[in-house]
């Protein structure tokens, strides 16, 4: 199965959810200097972005989706979880929820789980510890399956 096929099936899988109570696409997280080419001799300001979506449900769950598609020039979302979900909380939910109440989740549209694989689409819990300045560290991954992501939509 090749790229293209697996973003297909991921967007129709994502578009057969509930309406996300909030949609971010390319939600800029951060910015960085790079000396990546094509000018490896001079640095580029380049920017960081994934999507975000957001749920919250009939209990009042909050359930975030940071998701990156294969076009993305940025660091990885699981290598800058800490950071991205620390900003979205700071940003955007900072007055209404408590950062460790929030069910937090990954994906990637290009890939399957696990990766490279002839899995299925897959989505990634990630839990958090909580520093005293109120910045997430020390992330934890465990796999979701898109009908156990479905369930937990839905879950008190």
């Known amino acids: 199965m090749n ?35 094509p000018h490896p001799v001079m640095p580029m300001y ?19 989706l940071i998701s990156q598609d294969d076009d993305n020039p940025s660091m990885s979302i699981t290598n800058a979880c800490e950071h991205i979900c620390t900003v979205i909380y700071c940003k955007e939910i900072k007055p209404f929820r408590h950062p460790l109440s929030i069910s937090w989740f990954e994906s990637y549209s290009c890939y399957t789980y696990p990766r490279n694989s002839k899995g299925d689409i897959g989505f990634s819990k990630i839990t958090f510890s909580l520093h005293n300045n109120g910045v997430l560290h020390s992330p934890k991954w465990k796999y979701y399956s898109k009908d156990s992501f479905k369930t937990e939509l839905f879950s008190n």
């Open 3 to 37: 790229k293209h096929d697996i973003e297909k099936r991921w967007y129709e899988f994502i578009n057969s959810l509930p309406k996300p109570t909030q949609h971010l696409p390319n939600y800029q997280w951060g910015l960085h200097w790079t000396n990546i080419s």
């Open 46 to 64: 380049k920017k960081f972005y994934c999507d975000v979506r957001y749920w919250i449900n009939d209990h009042d769950r909050l359930i975030m």
